[in-house]
């Protein structure tokens, strides 16, 4: 086991390594740089850039060197110092712009998936136990109008609706007071009434998905032997399913937490818009369209990390719960 | 003769389903089970032997009905018919596994994958002897050792992948003995095992049930297995009991055409000079939809007669113990060959 971990370790940090490559040089792909775009912005409004003052800018941004050269520097800079460069839009390091955001983006996309699981874990079983009935029709009705309905109008939906009947505006994650405060007990009180729109509007689809996923697997394992078996030595209906062929049909759920994250972080990005949410998504569309290249290159980079973060947990959950993935991998 | 421990009769299964019209794989069937005795169903592929097995734990998918006949069980609590139980039960779930347990034909696939082998054999201890699960371990490890299972404390802690295919099979066999069962159904435990291995499980089988005296059930289509283990025999055709009886005098002394069939399309090991060609049964088994009316094996007997498509034979003894379906035993020959 901690040899099967260490080699996910290794293998880790090289894929990471050949994010960061790559994330660096899509941030370089479109034409121009910041400065470009700087100018651009400028010379709209009228102003009038001295040409010597862009080149010393140029200079001091590192622009007109080589890929590899930059790419060294930068990363150098995130590894030797933790700096992941200035953000040019902001005027600030990127460090002090992300953290907050992305660590709301991680709280509140990881309350989603607690919520997806949560719901989908109990239909899926019970719609697949209970095959063809009536619950299982409405569940599939459900499910299938959640995973229609697109996130974005879900949550114009719901502000609309929450401003018609209840006279309040949902919103963002924090009043305005609990803004920039240190976690207390009110300001966790805060967040929670703001938050269940978005929790709620993110896990929907998800949770359509999971559910059939679900219910799919669990209908194939239903049939097999070892069901009957389990059948056979006189268990309870209810932990008959519960331990034998629920435990093997969530393997392949398993298996999928490794790109949730990122994917949430990706799909939520206009519900983030759409409800004004302080989180990661946002700032990078920002950042890409004002190729603000260190910050856009950052949150790449740290979605990268996410992604193989959770693919390592994935793994390791599953050879958690799948003996034939342990000892497989000897 | 002693009492009998369960006995099933005139028991009809009929499938449903709401597309097409229903099917009964299981038409007539009489058994009678008495303990420490083995009593071998046998019968080609389809033609209700297994259904019939799992009728008697109520194993069957929901869309199975058993229509007619009772299940007579002689348990702990007296005289229960099976056939009323509903199949989740407590009534039903406290006999199986604990009264009337089971092995299956695929030890691989009837074995849970992830979970280990001692896991699934406390399981059924803890759940009908009410023992600790430390307990219940020291009692799933002496089962494994009287299986046969070498290093049994080591391979309690195994998973079914990590162990061959006569050990897996070994380990269910444990799991079904794990209550002392006073009957076990052997729903053909040895067809995906090679002849070696085979044997010695049918040793193994037949000394637990000594040691156990229990009654058993043993489904299979290998009319050598039968030889070796079983005390009775029943011959099912297409859903229905054909023939049964004392194994010895069943092959030696077949009374109902499929019997003397099968009998013959047995190869025997002979000097070159004094083989024969086998004799196949001619055609081959109707759908049960086309099944006739009267003897279900009219389409295909070389010996049929008048009443044979539209009449059911009658349960007819032949000797003690020696029972058939056949309208050959009831009517005379003469009346045969009109």
Redesign the interface.
């Known amino acids: 086991m901690l040899r099967f971990v260490f080699r996910r370790l290794i293998a880790m940090v090289l894929t990471l390594w050949a994010v960061s490559f790559v994330a660096f040089a899509i941030i370089q792909l479109p034409p121009g740089d910041y400065l470009t775009t700087y100018l651009a912005t400028l010379s709209s409004n009228g102003d009038r850039v001295d040409p010597a003052t862009i080149e010393a800018l140029r200079q001091q941004y590192g622009f007109g060197e080589p890929y590899i050269v930059q790419y060294w520097k930068w990363i150098s800079g995130i590894l030797g110092r933790g700096d992941f460069g200035q953000s040019f839009e902001w005027k600030a390091p990127v460090t002090t712009l992300i953290w907050g955001r992305l660590g709301n983006s991680i709280l509140v996309e990881g309350l989603a998936v607690l919520v997806m699981w949560f719901i989908a874990l109990p239909i899926g079983i019970y719609v697949a136990v209970k095959k063809y009935s009536l619950g299982d029709y409405l569940a599939t009705v459900a499910g299938f109008i959640g995973l229609a309905i697109p996130n974005f109008l879900l949550a114009l939906l719901l502000m609309y609706l929450s401003f018609v009947w209840f006279g309040t505006t949902i919103g963002g994650l924090f009043s305005s007071e609990f803004e920039n405060a240190r976690w207390s007990l009110p300001r966790l009180w805060d967040f929670f009434s703001h938050a269940w729109a978005p929790i709620l509007v993110l896990a929907t689809a998800g949770t359509a998905e999971l559910i059939r996923i679900l219910r799919a697997n669990l209908l194939d394992e239903l049939k ?3 069901v ?10 209810w932990k008959v399913v519960l ?2 062929p629920v ?2 049909a969530l393997n392949p759920l398993v298996s999928t937490i490794g790109w949730l994250l990122p994917a949430l972080v990706s799909s939520s990005v206009i519900v983030s818009v759409v409800l004004n949410l302080p989180t990661a998504g946002p700032l990078l569309l920002r950042s890409l369209t004002s190729q603000d290249m260190y910050l856009a290159g950052a949150i790449i980079m740290l979605l990268g990390v996410l992604t193989v973060i959770g693919t390592l947990i994935s793994d390791l959950l599953l050879a958690w ?4 993935i342990r ?1 497989g991998s000897k | 003769m002693t009492k009998p421990l369960l006995s099933i009769n005139d028991m009809s299964i009929v499938f449903t389903s709401p597309d097409e019209p229903d099917i009964e794989a299981v038409r007539q069937v009489d058994l009678t089970l008495t303990p420490g005795k083995t009593l071998a169903l046998v019968g080609e592929s389809g033609c209700g032997k297994s259904v019939t097995a799992r009728a008697v734990l109520r194993l069957l998918d929901k869309n199975a009905d058993i229509r007619t006949g009772e299940i007579v069980y002689d348990g702990r609590d007296g005289q229960v018919d099976i056939a009323r139980l509903k199949p989740d039960s407590t009534a039903m779930r406290s006999i199986r596994g604990a009264q009337i347990s089971m092995i299956f034909q695929e030890p691989m696939s009837s074995l849970s994958p992830v979970h280990t082998i001692g896991n699934q054999i406390d399981e059924i201890i803890v759940l009908h002897e009410g023992l600790k699960p430390k307990q219940a371990r020291e009692r799933t490890i002496a089962l494994l050792d009287q299986v046969g299972v070498p290093g049994a404390r080591d391979r309690a802690n195994a998973y079914p992948f990590e162990l061959s295919g006569g050990l897996r099979q070994r380990a269910m066999i444990a799991m079904a003995l794990a209550c002392t069962p006073k009957l076990l159904i052997a729903d053909e435990p040895t067809t995906a095992l090679d002849v070696t291995t085979q044997a010695q499980i049918l040793d193994l089988l037949r000394q637990l049930q000594d040691d156990f005296g229990m009654a058993m059930l043993f489904i299979t289509h290998d009319l050598g297995v039968v030889a070796e283990i079983a005390d009775d025999i029943a011959v099912m055709y297409l859903g229905d009991v054909v023939e049964q009886g004392d194994v010895f005098e069943v092959f030696k002394t077949p009374k109902h055409p499929y019997t003397q069939a099968l009998m013959s399309s047995v190869p025997q090991l002979q000097r070159k000079a004094d083989r024969v060609r086998l004799q196949p049964i001619k055609g081959t088994v109707p759908s049960p939809k086309d099944r006739p009316v009267g003897c279900s094996f009219t389409s295909r007997c070389p010996h049929a007669f008048g009443p044979c498509a539209g009449t059911r034979p009658e349960r007819t003894q032949v000797s003690e113990g020696h029972m058939a379906r056949c309208h050959l035993l009831t009517h005379t020959k003469e009346e045969a060959l009109v």
């Open positions: 097999k032997p070892y009957t078996t389990a059948r056979a030595k006189g268990l309870p209906e331990k034998y435990r093997v719960i799948d003996p034939r000892y």
